[in-house]
């Protein structure tokens, strides 16, 4: 499907935010121009759906969850970011793995099965774009996933957050 990525963000975002605690707040870091993109919006969907999940659920109290992308070089770049626990560099690189999850006591007490995030790299993948995290223990955690995008004679502006 061909959508405006810009509002496809947005009503996810929305969706999530009607039903989070106050325990996290949402904030936005692009501006609502429009930017059009091919994509399967349900598995897509998906990928937001789990990622954004889990910056809520390792966020601790009064911690934010960020939300940017940013178009350039034939790239949609998407980036959410949290507050949480992070992940020790050394497991950084394995979090997509099917079925990692950083440490048996903190996996227990958070629940879910480990397999959101090998999910959403494999229908990262299947678009042709990566994903990849960067963490800093204690600080946060950020998520980043490219998609291709050649569709920039819809849009209204270019190269900047968007
Ligand atoms: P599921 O998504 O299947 O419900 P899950 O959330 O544990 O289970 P993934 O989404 O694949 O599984 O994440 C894998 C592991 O990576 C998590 O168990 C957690 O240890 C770590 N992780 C993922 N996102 C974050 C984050 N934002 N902050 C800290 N750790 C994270
Ligand atoms: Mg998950």
Redesign the pocket.
Known sequence: DIVNFTSFFTRIIDRFEMSKSDHVNFVRLFSEVSHYIEIDTDKITQVLD?IIS??I??SPDGGNVRFGFTVHDNMLKVMIS?D????PKENVGR?FERF???DRA??RS?????????IAREMVEAHGGKIWAE?EEGHG?T?FFTLPYDLEDFDEAGDEWA
Do not use: E, W
């Not at 958070?110 to 090998?118: F, K, N, R, Y």
């Open positions: 789990n889990n910056a659920k390792y949290d949480g626990m992070g992940i979090i990692y999850r950083v903190r996996a958070m629940g879910g099965t480990g397999l959101g995030l090998a963490s955690t998520i």
